[in-house]
């Protein structure tokens, strides 16, 4: 079950600003989804290890060797604010 | 015209390389009924038609592919379905597609899709819904419904796909065409627009099993760009098989029993394809997948954790939507994040942020990839004594817009029989079995990592034998 200030809190986390509709609606439906989720938990899984990748690749290693890459100029043709052959953000911390 | 579209992708290419067929000719007609779109299921269509005298001899033939709108291609738009890419043009093309290009496949147009790929109704699009050719009040399922719904209209003569959790099976199931998730690995990831890595894999959505081989033929190989490719053992080969002698087929219990909801029709086509199966020889017996119910519980932890992770990158400063919010920058990033994205997005990235976070992460997360170990020891297990498990691919049949958008659970139903497969990294393929009221129905065939020759040829004998007639979708 998910209450008001855990939605509020994940999310900040995922830096997500939800309307008041949004969050109440959120933790109902995730709260129904987890419900759901929650039977996994029952399993007897005890020794078992997890899977994060299911091919057997071990560290795909290739030469460190220049290649031809984008050029800053394109790197920046979709960005919102290109600004002096970088990307240009607001000010952090910078007041409305 | 109608018979150039009545001719499948293989057909066609095998009538240009004999030189009785002007690939230009055949380009034409298919950008017209692609430019028609009256299904929405195009985002984009090429303009020009390609230069004459590049395709003769390639194996592909000039024989022009539909692309989902998540594989990133040069100068073209590529939004993954978002409002929060809207007018995006990557500088840069993804593996696949250029491999496509290179063997005679030129880009035909790109295909609407669920937002980021999260869905299984083309709902979730940020550019309104795909719509069923052969039911127009239907959705043509998701994610990959604009590449399903063109291939089943003839507004494509075949096209490609990715499947996170049945993103190409359960739209070709919906549609009536073949849909292949290949082994994971097979095909390169690089460029496309990521939803959840480990599971993320392309694959064709065709006509047929034999356009499915040949499309699937040339998009296989590693790629230096993608680390988790891996090099595909041999040669893809073009299906031949017309029997099944000697293949055993496992019919799982959990998944095609009382608590997947399988709806009646679906169910009697999957019986009617199995007794064809024993027909053509095959030993047809049941199965236990023992941890497949807890597959959807498993995958709507991996798959939202691994998106929230992956959806971190739109964020308002390398391209795409930007929206100012108050000034500073963590506002800037939540206010676009907030206006860019829907609100399945939105939920998902919100499931997967708290499944990662602090306190939750070994209860949630931790245990879902334990299931994942269990569910492909499962599968091993299985096909110890079977050559491949089969089940309905979808539990039902195409669904009326809007009847599964209020509960989110409940749509996420619809992938109770494909994210097994999906979890486990192994191929599975979706073929048309027949029809349930009027709209076809979806058999799925899955086998070990890497047995896609043998996996195709099954379906092929299968789809011979069951003589689905799919010309009713192309009007």
Redesign the interface.
Known sequence: M?DRD??L???A???????EE?VTR?AA??S???D??E???E?D?EG????????D?VN?L?ADEPRPS?SAE??L?????PLAGG?G???????? | MSGLIDLGGAGAAALVRAGDLDPRELFDAYRARAASNELNAFTWVAADTPADGVYGQAPLGGVPVAVKDLFCTEGVPSQSGSRILEG?????TATVVSKLTAAGAPLLGKTNQDEFAMGSSNENSGFGPVLNPWDRNRVPGGSSGGSAAAVAAGLAPWAIGTDTGGSIRQPAALCGIVGLKPT??ACSRYGMIAFAS?LDQAGPLTRDVTDAALLFSEMVGRD?CD??S?AFPGPIDLPSAEHLRGIRLGVPEELTGADGGIEPGVRASFEAVLALAEGLGALVEPCRLP?AP?AL??Y??IAPAEA?ANL?RF????????V????????????T??AG?GAEV??R???G??AL?SGYYD??Y?????????I?EDFRTAFDRFDFVVTPTSPWSAFELGAKTED??TM?LNDFCTVPMS???IPAVSIPSGFSDGLPVGFQLAGP?FSENRLLDAAHALERAIGFEGSGARG
Do not use: C, N
């Open positions: 998910l855990q939605v809190h994940v999310a986390l995922a830096q997500l600003e939800l309307s949004e959120m439906e995730l129904k989804v987890l759901h989720i039977k996994i938990r399993l899984l078992v290890a997890p899977t994060s990748h299911v091919v690749v795909a290739r984008l394109v790197a043709r979709s960005a919102p604010e990307f953000v607001p000010t952090p911390g910078a007041a409305g | 995006y043009r990557p500088p840069y994971y690995g480990s230096p680390s988790t891996v941890h807890h519980s498993a709507y932890l929230s971190a964020d308002g400063v390398r391209y795409g939507l930007r100012a919010g108050t000034g500073d920058l963590d506002s800037m990033y939540s206010a994040r907030a994205f939105k939920r990235i919100m499931l942020t708290y976070s209860a949630y931790g245990t879902a990839q334990k299931v994942r170990t269990k492909a989110p659970l996420y979890l486990a990294g990592a």
